[in-house]
């Protein structure tokens, strides 16, 4: 029985999330991988550390994914500090949250700078990238957006993206959606439901 079925069983009802809970939404069968959703079902990318990362890596673990690139003002550093909260108000199960974070931005976030980044936050947290091919694919797939916005020169432009996050269960499905300042305590909650550490 997938972890779904047991949080059913547990709790007698569909758990309540805080986020959108978007489980099997655009499944193809109801037996579907557990009805996962039928995008987003994977990352693929090089990790800061050289490392292909797929998201079976992290079984066991409730996975945190969201887009951004190091050199935006606010929306990115506010988002991975709230996961980085998150993880903290979880205590000891802080150890089975895995934050990722996707640059979109490969051109300027190198490997080292990415490290340097996700150092500021959680030293546990990894960044992913891919060259421009890959990344637009696993955009398309996680149906987010990003677009270069030109500045007064070559180097200083932005990215304009999508800012929410998703969440995985332990079983390596996308269950919830996370709106843009939801709030650490929100992703604390859901992530304790689908560790099955609720009530």
């Known amino acids: 029985m997938g972890i779904a079925g047991l949080i059913g ?8 999330f805080r986020g959108v809970d978007i489980t099997g939404i655009g499944a193809t069968q109801a037996n579907d991988a557990q ?14 550390n050289g490392q292909v990362r797929p998201i079976q890596d992290f079984a066991g673990k409730v996975v945190i994914v969201f887009f951004g690139y190091t050199q935006c003002p606010d929306v990115c550093p506010t988002s ?3 996961l980085a909260q998150a993880k903290q108000l979880l205590g000891r199960d802080g150890e089975r949250m895995q934050g990722i974070f996707v640059t979109v931005d490969p051109e ?9 980044y996700m150092a500021n936050f959680d030293p546990g947290f990894l960044a992913l990238r891919g060259t421009p091919e890959q990344l637009a694919q696993v955009a398309r797939d996680f149906k987010i957006y990003y677009k270069k916005a030109e500045g007064k020169t070559p180097t200083s432009y ?29 992703l604390a909650a859901d992530a304790k439901i689908l560790l099955g550490k609720a009530g």
């Open 35 to 48: 009805n996962a959703p039928n995008f987003a079902r994977d990352l693929g990318l090089t990790d800061h």
């Open 80 to 82: 991975l500090q709230e």
């Open 9 to 16: 069983a547990c709790s007698g009802e569909k758990a309540q």
């Open 108 to 116: 300027r976030d190198t490997p080292e700078v990415l490290k340097a």
């Open 158 to 186: 932005t990215m304009d993206h999508s800012a929410g996050s998703y969440m995985y269960d332990p079983a390596g499905h996308l269950r919830i959606y996370h709106r843009y300042g939801s709030g650490a305590q929100a």
